[in-house]
């Protein structure tokens, strides 16, 4: 009887010990986990109104921000970002624009053209971003963890600029929209250096859902008729490169 107890204890013992060590990695698991990054990409710009503008070249993009993780399971969690970022990139309007002022009130070389020749103009906006999506990730494989994310991104913009053939740049914040939102789908890997230290290594696509200017330009088939906005909206392609802690 003795004996059995004894035997009954070690097990009880060994068991306890067991669910403790369990219950310590869901918990170092269900931590939030944050950290920093820094991206660059390609950006460039599309529209609804292809028969009035065309997209002509990309731009080089940058960024930076402070991303966290809230896990709320062993392969899921929810993914909140803030951070900064700047798209743009380099479209030809047909029919040229109409009366484009920059933020002092200065008129825009070519956007009072009336010959309704085309003219190409390079955007670049800045926007406070705030990420927000589902990550899926896969279980540590030889320290690396591979992950899945999709989510809707809002934007606010800071400033706006524009460069046409003068080669001049125009602040023009005042004709462009506040507020954007855009959809993102990524994926990468976190490589494991020591405990919760991690590498960030990222690759994403990012479309805007909204026009984000305010600028007309000229319609019609075969002569300009009538005023309109012609929709432009960002496309963007980033490697993000951080540490998570």
């Not at 026009?211 to 490697?239: Q, Y």
């Amino acid at each position: 009887m003795r004996k059995i107890f004894i035997i009954c204890a070690v097990v009880l013992i060994s068991a306890t010990s067991v669910f403790a060590q369990e219950a310590t990695k869901t918990q170092t698991k269900n931590k939030i986990a944050g950290g920093l990054y820094l991206k660059g990409g390609i950006s460039w710009l599309m529209s609804d109104s292809k028969s009035f503008l065309s997209n002509n070249k990309a731009k080089l993009t940058y960024g930076f921000g402070a991303t966290m993780d809230w896990n709320f399971s062993q392969n899921f969690s929810l993914n909140i970002t803030a951070g900064l970022c700047n798209l743009g990139g380099t479209t030809e309007f047909k029919y040229g624009l109409i009366d484009l002022k920059d933020i002092d009130g200065k008129l825009i070389p070519t956007s009072n053209d009336t010959s309704f020749a085309p003219h190409s103009y390079k955007y670049s906006t800045t926007y406070i971003e705030f990420p927000i999506g589902i990550k899926g990730c896969t279980n540590e494989i030889g320290y690396f963890t591979y992950f899945l994310k999709l989510g809707v991104d809002p934007m606010v913009r800071i400033k706006s600029k524009i460069t046409p053939e003068t080669k001049e740049v125009y602040i023009i914040s005042k004709s462009t929209n506040l507020f954007n939102i855009g959809w993102f789908v990524g994926g990468g890997a976190e490589w494991t250096l020591a405990g919760n230290t991690k590498l960030l290594f990222e690759i994403g696509y990012l479309g805007t859902f909204f026009d984000f200017d305010k600028i007309e330009s000229w319609k019609g088939e075969d002569k300009p008729e009538e005023k309109f906005n012609p929709a432009i909206k960002f496309n963007d392609i980033s490697l993000k490169v951080g540490v998570i802690f």
